[in-house]
Antibody
Framework: EVQLVESGGGLVQPGGSLRLSCAAS????????MHWVRQATGKGLEWVSG???????YYQASVRGRFTISRENARKSLYLQMYSLRAEDTAVYYC???????????WGQGILVTVSS | SYVLTQPLSVSVAPGQTAKITCGGN??????VYWYQQKPGQAPVVVVS???DRPSGIRERFSGSTSGDTATLTISRVEGGDEADYYC???????????FGGGTKLTVL
């Protein structure tokens, strides 16, 4: 059974940093592209960042230069290091797996990040 | 940047057919994915690559694309279909993932 379990969320002050982790199981992590998608309360889905199986990284414009996505295949883990956090970064962050047909076939349960003083 | 446009809401009576549209420039040339999200839950993909149903998704869900519009069709709508629905594409130029704004399906 595929499982994606996020951790590391919480309350952080504006300008602060936070590192999200996603522990993957039930599939061959190293051969799959992985992404982070977020959703502010009452709002729609917003793509944040992605990393290919080869390590290529991609970012939404509003987080480029502030967020860093990475992966550790040996640990079957995905990370999102977030710096210079802003109030508008407040959201539930989902770790997602890219399926063989290109869409997001598995999602974690989500982890809440709140940026507030 | 590439933009996908969805209606904010669609309402349909039980047993009828719901059509949710997703507009984007030449979307017919892209692979479109549709997700269902119920309150408090993570999204679930219901249609992949325009019209394929993932394993476990009921035949009542189908997708199509033509020109600048993709459509998710839900036949014989049930109360359990009430949810938010999002379309998504890959922008191959920038390798950015793009979501539509989402459509709230209400079953009357």
């Amino acid at each position: 059974e595929v499982q994606l379990v996020e951790s590391g969320g919480g309350l952080v002050q504006p300008g602060g940093s936070l590192r999200l982790s996603c522990a993957a199981s039930g599939f061959t992590f190293s051969t799959n592209d992985m992404h982070w998608v977020r959703q502010a309360t009452g709002k729609g889905l917003e793509w944040v960042s992605g990393i290919g199986r080869g390590g290529n990284t991609y970012y939404q414009a509003s987080v480029r230069g502030r967020f860093t996505i990475s992966r550790e295949n040996a640990r079957k883990s995905l990370y999102l290091q977030m710096y210079s956090l802003r109030a508008e970064d407040t959201a539930v962050y989902y770790c997602v797996k890219v399926g063989p047909r290109g869409g997001f076939d598995y999602w974690g349960q989500g982890i809440l990040v709140t940026v507030s003083s | 940047s590439y933009v996908l446009t969805q209606p904010l809401s669609v309402s349909v009576a039980p047993g009828q057919t719901a059509k949710i549209t997703c507009g984007g420039n030449k979307i017919g040339s892209k692979s479109v994915y549709w997700y269902q999200q119920k309150p408090g839950q993570a999204p679930v993909v219901v249609v992949s690559e325009d019209s394929d149903r993932p394993s476990g998704i009921r035949e009542r869900f189908s997708g199509s694309t033509s020109g600048d519009t993709a459509t998710l069709t839900i036949s014989r709508v049930e109360g359990g279909d009430e949810a938010d629905y999002y379309c998504q594409v890959w922008d191959s130029v920038s390798y950015h993932v793009v979501f539509g704004g989402g459509t709230k399906l209400t079953v009357l």
